[in-house]
């Protein structure tokens, strides 16, 4: 049997041809101890250092992302608070928030931010559309908030936004009819935005607009309105029914309809050069914007009508106005709550009006499309109408109509005596 020695080429030739000891110190070499020489080591020592020497990058791979996003942190940080201390008053006065900023700041520290002053002098100077309209939308905002600077503006200052009436865009003259409205809140202002009332008026009657119907409507029915504005108030008399009439699709529009219909009705009313306007809207969620927007405009004219029925001077005026055949469908079941319970009140007023000893006096003519014909007139269905409302859901507009009723039934000079309130023509005869 061989020896390893004996194997050509193995490693015990090798290792045989290693010395033992060394020259000088006789010491033991690594051959003498069975250790291999390093170079045969290094295969070994390689093995074990190839793991660690991997995770090395990658330990620094994650320093450095974690230092990337640490410096962006700190700079979003410092982004933020630089914006928050930029965004100081009176330099970002287009944002509601800081306009709030300035109320709080001024309680505060018990002084003026001086912001509604500085916006009025920049309305002095020459502007584009753009920008008067939104100094005139901040401008109102201020007056709301800003209550005590509000307060210190003077009569100057009420000319210079109404001077914006006549501005030649619409969208300048709707702002100035808001501001004039949040003015319009503060006692000493009154008289003199009351003054503007006939503008007010000729602009409702003249531009046919839904924004500034509703800006203007707002205004008149927050003043009392003087009365040097009757004259003026009977002139727009048609127009203010004709907005009050303006879309009877309220009316018509199905219950159950697709989300891909598509309505269109038109005014019967001609504006300046034949144009007739029309009212669209397309698919649910338009139409209910429409309904909601129109119902809106009719309850304010239907506030400002009351009103109005209230003086004795108007009165015959309001009931002879021409109403479409089809007025009464404002008083269907169908309609909004509130626009309901304004109606019946405008009824009620009417009626205890027209049963007045001083309206009596006067024996008064109507034409046959009059507001009294279809209110008040032999072929009128207003009985229909009421006791359908009687049972209302909402019960505000079911007291309303029973004040109505009672108001037909029993006139107002009779006083409470029951035994005569039972009129010559009744339209509830026939149902009791």
Not at 300 to 308: D, E, H, T
């Amino acid at each position: 049997m061989k020896s390893v020695h004996d194997i050509p080429g193995s490693d015990s030739e090798t290792l045989g041809s290693w010395p033992c000891q060394s020259s000088g110190s006789r010491r033991p070499l690594p051959g003498a101890l069975g250790l291999a020489p390093t170079w045969a080591q290094g295969g070994t020592e390689d093995m074990g250092k190839s793991v660690p020497q991997r995770l090395g990058p990658l330990d620094i791979r994650k320093s450095v992302v974690g230092l990337a996003m640490g410096a962006g942190a700190i700079y979003l940080l410092y982004k933020a608070i630089r914006a928050g201390i930029k965004c100081q008053p009176p330099l970002c006065t287009t944002s509601p928030i800081c306009i709030a900023r300035l109320a709080i700041e001024r309680e505060r520290l018990g002084r003026d931010s001086g912001e509604l002053r500085r916006l009025l002098n920049s309305l002095e100077s020459k502007q584009d559309e753009y920008t008067r309209s939104m100094i005139l939308h901040s401008v109102t905002r201020c007056v709301y908030l800003l209550e005590a600077e509000a307060s210190a503006c003077n009569a100057d200052d009420i000319v210079l936004v109404a001077s914006m009436l006549d501005d030649k865009e619409n969208s300048v003259k709707i702002q100035a009819l808001n501001t004039l409205k949040a003015f319009s809140g503060i006692r000493k202002f009154r008289l003199q935005i009351q003054e503007h009332s006939i503008k007010v008026l000729e602009l409702m009657s003249t531009v046919w607009d839904s924004e500034l119907h509703i800006a203007s409507l707002r205004l008149l029915n927050n003043i009392p309105l003087p009365d040097f504005a009757h004259p003026q108030l009977r002139r727009v008399m048609p127009a203010l029914m004709e907005i009050l009439q303006s879309d009877y699709i309220l009316a018509q529009v199905p219950q159950h309809h697709g989300p891909r219909s598509v309505y269109l009705t038109a005014l019967d009313q001609h504006l300046e050069g034949g144009e007739k306007i029309y009212l669209l809207g397309s698919g649910s969620d338009s139409s209910a914007f429409s309904c909601f927007t129109i119902s809106f405009i009719q309850v304010q004219v239907i506030r400002l009508l009351s009103s109005l029925a209230q003086k004795n001077d108007l009165l015959y005026d309001i009931l002879n106005c021409q109403v479409h055949s089809n007025f009464l469908n404002l008083f269907q079941a169908t309609q909004p709550g509130s626009l309901l319970f304004e109606v019946l009140v405008f009824a009620e007023r009417l009626s205890e009006g027209r049963n007045t000893p001083h309206y009596h006096a006067v024996k008064w003519h109507y034409n046959e499309q009059s507001l009294h014909e279809a209110l008040f007139g032999d072929e009128s269905r207003l009985a229909d109408r009421l006791l359908a409302l009687v049972i209302h859901p909402e019960e505000e507009v079911q007291i309303q109509a029973c004040k109505v009723i009672v108001s037909l039934q029993c006139p107002r000079d009779m006083g409470l005596r029951p035994s005569l309130c039972q009129a010559s023509h009744s339209y509830f005869n026939n149902r009791e």
